[in-house]
Structure formats: C-alpha cells, structure tokens
C-alpha cells in the first residue's frame, strides 16, 4: 500500500509561498495521461460553444437529476389545474387496455407498469417520458383492439364510405387509382406507406429539437399522441370498412371474425419475397379502421409542425402529404374521404396547440440553444408584449429577469403586467399541456 511521504505543515494556512512549497513536495503515483487536444486549443474550443450561447441558456436545458427526490418536491411545489385531469384519463385509458389485453400475461403488464413509474420518477427520464405519455397509451390502447370481443363492438359500416366516396367525388377514387398497377408503382406508394410514416415522427422530432425553440418538440410528442388516441377510439367506435374489403367481398355485412388484408403491399412483399406486410396486415388489431386515416393525419400533422417550424419548406412538407394520400389511395388502405378525415382531425388538434402549447418560431435563431425567451401562442405581435417584434432591440436584461420576475403568468396574462413569480418555481409545471418545463423553471414564458 503506497504511503504519502511526510511533510511539514506550515503554521498558517494563509502563507501562499509556504503551501505552494508544501505542494512541490507532495508526489502522488497517478500516471500521467496524454492530452490529445492542447491546453490552448481546449479553452479556444470551450470559449467558441460557450459564445455560442445566449446568457439565458437556462430555458434550453434538460434535467440531469437521477433523485426521485427531485420529483417528489415537484408535485409538492406544483399548482394543479384543469389540465392536469389530462392524465386522469390516460390513467383510466391505460387500465382498460391492461385489463382487456390477454397476452402477454400480467407479469410481463407489472413489469412494464414498473420501467414506467421508474422512469417517471427520475427527473432525467421524466422530461422524456411525460410528453410520451399520450403515445404509449395510444400504441397500448391501438394493441388491446385485437382483445376487445366482437359482442361488446358496434356494428361495421360497409356502405357508408361508399356512398360518401360516390357523392363528394361522384366515383370511388381509390379503385380508380389503383386499377393501373405497376412495380415502379408498388415501389413508389410502398416508400412513404410502409417505410417513411413509421420513422418520419422520431426525425421531426431530432430537427424540431435542435432548429425549433425550447418546448417545441414536447407540444409535439403530446398533440401526436392525442390525435393518435383520438382516431382510434374513432375507429373503436365507428368502424369502417377499408376499399380492399370491397374489392374483396363488396357490400356484403362484415364481422369481427374476418381477417385484414395488406391489400397492395402484398405486392411488396412478393417483390422482395419478404412476409413483412402479409402477416402483420391480416393480424391487424383494428381490421375496420377506415375512418379516419391516421397515415393521412400523421402526415399533415408532421407537415403542419415543420411548416410551422421552417415556413419556407412548406411546399416540401405539402408535397410528402399528397404523397402519402396517392400512396393509401392506390394500395386500396383507404377512401378519398377517408384521408379527408384523418387530416381534418390532424388541423384541429395542431392548431389548437398551437394556439394554446406551441412556442413561437423566432426567425433570427438558429437553434433553441440561441433562444433568450418563448413566447406562447399565435396571439398578434403587436399585442401584450411582443417581444418577438422587438428582436434584437428587446433588452437582455428584462428577458433575464427570471429568479424574480415571471414573464406571462396566468395573472400577468390576465392583466398585461408582469407579476412576481413563486420563489421556488415547479419543474413539474413543465410536464402537463398547460406549461413548459423548458422555460417555466427560468421565467421566461410569454403566452399570448
């Protein structure tokens, strides 16, 4: 065992010159480690990222605690509201699902019930999981369907898409579409159908996380999950048959006993000699879920939020939306109406988050890391405090204000003045649709 040499102490600590003889004079064993990067270079590099960031970086931090603790004093401190009943309901969601689903067995259920509450209660995971929420109940609700039995559902509707089809567009589009099929064809619809619409969610989510502002991406993990929930309780209860069930079986009743259909992507699969769509299109837990088409209203969803977020792609993001309709159209998964409704259903959510949730684009920032304050809302420049108009005018040093002043609280909103904020503000305000953990906790939230 390595033993420190002896040494003298010196009889007052305040005597630089006898301390830093006394450091010369200690050795440690510690092997030396090379430095790749100079000393120099280092500091130029940190001084680089850190000019980079605005002095209020504050509101584009995440939270790198691993204390439950942490989130215990968050619920404590937090103000509950209306909003708040939000969970009530993915609560009482997610227990019909667990309770409705046969397998996997309630081992396998508690112990994803467990990894959940785990990641909930650490305020690293938290930020994460919370604006999640809304899509793990959509994705469990969307498995338990296959579970639900036939006698507790509402009868199939096989004429009523049809008959919409003939009247609003005087023909059924999709047998249109689809009666000149080619592998080019196949290809083309199968890219955005089967591929894209799967993976397009996580990469406006990555884009919209480091170009959008702070609060961006959780508004968006949020409205994503409630439209998601919304068409599949639409198609719980209103269930619809899809085109292929026409070109199959035609107007003929339907039950819950029929097998789905890939329809056209069944042509994928015999072009690549895979069984990727075959089986999991026939297994599929909402067979009658024409009504409405969620591929249509994710798409105009993503394309409404990156338009919002980069106005001048929109053309890009409307081009990828008529894309995806063609695409359900000629693979026989969908009516015209139905991509109708599907997009109607994604317009109504996003711009009532966007209205309510959605932090203001700011065109002179780049990235969130270069956001002073957010504002909230789509509420006119002009009016309240405007600070988007101001720019590069507006003083730093009242968008700084944050330990003792809170810009937008629900009485300075009410009343257009600025109001002092709680001493101890709640990271836990951040996690519900009424606030934003990303800017709250610094004060420097405007809502319109």
Same mark, same amino acid.
Do not use: K
């Given at each position: 065992m390595y033993k420190l040499p002896t040494a003298t102490y010196p009889s007052s600590w305040q005597d630089g010159a006898a301390f830093r003889s006394l450091k010369t004079r200690l050795s440690f064993p510690w092997p030396s480690i090379p430095v790749v990067v100079p000393h120099r270079l280092r500091r130029k590099l940190r001084s680089k990222l850190r000019s980079r960031q605005s002095a209020a970086s504050a509101i584009s931090a995440l939270h790198t605690s691993l204390s439950p603790l942490d989130t215990l004093r968050a619920v404590r401190a937090h103000r509950w509201n209306l909003y708040d009943a939000q969970y009530l309901l993915l609560a009482a969601l997610a227990v019909f699902a667990f309770a409705v689903i046969q397998t996997p067995g309630l081992a396998v259920k508690a112990a994803? !019930?467990?990894?959940?509450?785990? &990641?909930?209660?650490?305020?690293?995971?938290?930020?994460?999981?919370?604006?999640?929420?809304?899509?793990?109940?959509?994705?469990?609700?969307?498995? !338990?369907?296959?579970?639900?039995?036939?006698?507790?559902?509402?009868?199939?509707?096989?004429?009523?898409?049809?008959?919409?089809?003939?009247?609003?567009?005087?023909?059924?589009?999709?047998?249109?579409?689809?009666?000149?099929?080619?592998?080019?064809?196949?290809?083309?619809?199968?890219?955005?159908? %089967?591929?894209?619409?799967?993976?397009?969610?996580?990469?406006?989510?990555?884009?919209?996380?480091?170009? %959008?502002?702070? %609060?961006?991406?959780? &508004?968006?993990?949020?409205?994503?999950?409630?439209?998601?929930? &919304?068409?599949?309780?639409?198609?719980?209860?209103?269930?619809?048959?899809?085109?292929?069930?026409?070109?199959?079986?035609?107007? &003929?009743?339907?039950?819950?006993?029929?097998? %789905?259909?890939?329809a056209g992507l069944a042509r994928v699969d015999q072009l690549f000699g895979i069984d990727l769509y075959t089986s999991s299109f026939t297994a599929s837990p909402i067979v009658f879920g024409a009504f409405p088409s969620l591929h249509a209203g994710c798409a105009t969803f993503e394309a409404l939020f990156m338009s919002h977020t980069f106005p001048q792609l929109r053309p890009y993001f409307i081009a990828y939306t008529l894309w995806i309709w063609w695409a359900t159209m000629y693979l026989s998964h969908h009516y015209a109406v139905d991509l109708i409704g599907g997009s109607l259903l994604a317009g109504v959510v996003f711009y009532v988050a966007k209205s309510h949730f959605i932090p203001r684009v700011q065109p002179d920032k780049d990235t969130r890391w270069d956001y002073d304050y957010v504002e909230i809302g789509d509420g006119p420049a002009e009016s309240g405090y405007g600070l988007a108009a101001l720019g590069p005018h507006f003083p730093r040093s009242a968008a700084l204000e944050g330990d003792e002043w809170a810009v937008g609280s629900s009485s300075s909103v009410s009343s257009g003045l600025r109001s002092p904020a709680d001493e101890s503000p709640s990271n836990w305000d951040g996690d519900t649709l009424a606030s934003h953990s990303d800017c709250d906790a610094a004060g420097m939230v405007k809502k319109a």
């Open positions: 994803i !019930a467990t990894l959940l509450t785990l &990641a909930l209660l650490l305020p690293l995971t938290r930020q994460f999981f919370f604006p999640f929420l809304p899509i793990a109940t959509w994705l469990v609700l969307f498995y !338990a369907c296959r579970f639900v039995p036939g006698d507790y559902r509402p009868p199939i509707w096989v004429r009523v898409l049809p008959a919409l089809e003939n009247i609003f567009y005087g023909a059924n589009l999709s047998n249109i579409l689809s009666a000149h099929q080619h592998v080019f064809l196949d290809v083309l619809a199968w890219l955005p159908y %089967g591929i894209i619409h799967f993976g397009a969610p996580f990469v406006c989510s990555a884009i919209m996380f480091i170009f %959008g502002p702070p %609060g961006m991406v959780p &508004a968006f993990a949020r409205s994503f999950g409630y439209m998601n929930l &919304a068409g599949v309780s639409i198609q719980l209860l209103f269930p619809c048959s899809p085109p292929w069930y026409e070109n199959m079986y035609g107007l &003929a009743p339907a039950n819950y006993s029929m097998a %789905g259909s890939p």
